[in-house]
């Protein structure tokens, strides 16, 4: 059986009011309770079984031994687990946080495909086990430059799928029965809003700012991103800031009044509150715990890559 995801990451993927950074965990998968949604976008690899899933309460099926891709900002939820024969079942969890998603070159047609609440599979020609365990073992390896090739590797990847065409276990919301009152014009327009606020983070932002690269007015750009993006822009921004200092904190030694500016809070008292609601403790309580947490499970993390 393959070894639980460590606590410092189940803590982390767990929280759904602000979301963090990339990462990649395997697992042996079990059922959840109830739906959960984060914000990044989830590619699953299943080994050794079939699991069935919930996606915005639509029922899907996911095959064994392809790779998943779906926006995990749309509520989800492992609802059955069927086994091989002669097979231990274990889950890839790959998580590409929306921001450096959106920021990925050239694949455009993806971005929207998978923001309009499209499930895709992969053929397996493109993307076996052997490419995932080379990627965990990248990010096990707490390598930077490993890391990042890894990245590259998947945005090369997803490319070279574009090519052969999506095979969609779920549609887009536009392409399916339901009125969803979005097309692909309107998701565009919020991906647009996605890259100037991120492209920006660090500044002053108002609504106004963000809506203007759009064209449309600003209260209509506003209807078009919550219905998106599911939550409003404001909180959106508030979401990606804190995002960036999450990542700042864990992966740099840079001072926390310094880690506020970077992410484009106004002052530090602000950023203490917005960070204590959402993840619970200080910026300076979570390095600590996530530093200690981190070098104690080092060499088990190692053993298990």
């Known amino acids: 059986m393959a070894r639980p995801a460590p606590k410092h990451e189940r803590r982390f993927y767990a929280a759904n009011r602000a979301f963090g ?21 989830e590619a699953n690899f299943t080994s050794g079984f079939v699991m069935d899933y919930q996606v915005d309460g639509r029922p899907i099926t996911l095959p064994a031994d392809r790779l998943i891709l779906f926006w995990a900002g749309v509520p989800h939820q492992l609802t059955r687990i069927t086994p091989l024969p002669e097979a231990t079942p274990r889950l890839s969890n790959i998580y590409l946080p929306l921001d450096a998603f959106l920021m990925m070159p050239q694949i455009v047609p993806l971005q929207l495909a998978l923001l309009g609440g499209a499930v895709i599979v992969l053929p397996p020609e493109l993307c076996g ?3 995932v365990q080379r990627w965990y073992a990248d990010y096990r390896s707490n390598d930077f430059e490993r890391t990042e090739i890894a990245k590259a590797e998947m945005n090369a990847l997803f490319r070279r799928a574009a090519l052969h065409g ?12 339901e009125d969803r009152a979005l097309s692909s014009v309107h ?21 106004a700012d963000i809506t203007a690269v759009t064209g449309l007015h600003e209260n209509y750009a506003l ?16 979401r990606m800031r804190l995002m960036r200092a999450r990542a700042l904190l864990v992966e740099s ?27 619970g403790l200080t910026p300076d309580a979570l390095r600590r715990d996530y530093l200690a947490m981190a070098e104690a499970e080092d060499d088990t993390l190692f053993a298990s890559g």
């Open 21 to 41: 950074r990339f990462g990649i965990r395997q697992f042996y998968p079990e059922l959840m309770p109830a739906p959960h949604w984060h914000g990044h976008i």
């Open 129 to 131: 086990l052997d490419h």
């Open 166 to 177: 999506f095979n969609y276990l779920l549609p887009p919301w536009r392409d399916s029965a």
């Open 187 to 207: 998701i565009r327009h919020s991906v647009a809003m996605v890259r100037h606020a991120l492209e920006n983070l660090d500044r002053p932002l108002r609504n």
């Open 223 to 238: 209807s078009i991103f919550a219905k998106t993006m599911r939550l409003p822009l404001k909180q959106f921004v508030i």
């Open 253 to 279: 030694r840079m001072a926390i009044a310094t880690v506020a500016e970077r992410s484009g809070f106004t002052s530090i008292s602000q950023f203490y509150h917005q960070f204590r609601q959402a993840y």
